[in-house]
């Protein structure tokens, strides 16, 4: 059973990137367990001197989240041109451990327009030596929707069939890592 997380980069409560994760997590293929961590908010504030043996509870389950994890897929909103502070945080935590490394990691996305944030986000995860897999993208356009609308376009079966077939694409690279 392969383990994968998904992390919304978003903390809006009718957050499109966290609508599209837990629609990630309810499609999961079979031989796939697909969690949200929806503890993004929670984390202090990146300081290298609360590290090691000083390192925050929220931080540490973080930590290992990810590296329990087989699998992390992200899906970020932009916010003037970048990645959001909340999520850069979370990366921030996880840069001086092993984690990331060779870690196998997919981006997705809920709007065609955050290609600034796709960007520099895709390169922040590059440093951290993440196993980004760019075979396969996902983009389900829910910009400017209303939950209810959201949902119903999340339960489209053009879409549905997409989250399945990037999750099992994904799942497949991580397999042949």
């Known amino acids: 059973?392969?383990?994968?997380?998904?992390?919304?980069?978003?903390?809006?409560?009718?957050?499109?990137?966290?609508?599209?994760?837990?629609?990630?997590?309810?499609?999961?293929?079979?031989?796939?367990?697909?969690?949200?961590?929806?503890?993004?908010?929670?984390?202090?504030i990146f300081n290298p001197d609360s590290e090691g043996d000083r390192t925050p509870l929220a931080a540490s389950e973080l930590i290992d989240s990810v590296t329990t994890a087989d699998g992390v897929i992200v899906s970020c909103p932009e916010y003037a041109h970048g990645v959001p502070g909340g999520l850069k945080n979370a990366?921030?935590?996880?840069?001086?451990?092993?984690?990331?490394v060779g870690k196998p990691a997919?981006?997705?996305?809920?709007?065609?327009?955050?290609?600034?944030?796709?960007?520099?986000?895709?390169?922040?995860?590059?440093?951290?030596?993440?196993?980004?897999?760019?075979?396969?993208?996902?983009?389900?356009?829910?910009?400017?929707?209303?939950?209810?609308?959201?949902?119903?376009?999340?339960a489209e079966a053009e879409n549905v069939l997409a989250m399945r077939e990037a999750l099992s694409a994904f799942a497949e690279f991580i397999r042949s890592r």
């Open 1 to 44: 059973m392969l383990n994968i997380i998904v992390i919304s980069g978003s903390l809006r409560a009718a957050s499109t990137n966290s609508a599209l994760v837990a629609a990630l997590a309810r499609n999961e293929p079979p031989g796939c367990r697909v969690t949200v961590y929806g503890r993004l908010g929670h984390l202090p």
């Open 91 to 100: 990366l921030d935590w996880l840069v001086s451990r092993d984690a990331a």
């Open 106 to 154: 997919m981006l997705v996305h809920a709007s065609p327009r955050s290609l600034f944030a796709r960007t520099a986000l895709a390169e922040i995860m590059r440093t951290m030596s993440f196993a980004l897999y760019e075979d396969v993208a996902l983009e389900i356009g829910l910009l400017g929707k209303k939950s209810p609308e959201v949902a119903a376009i999340l």
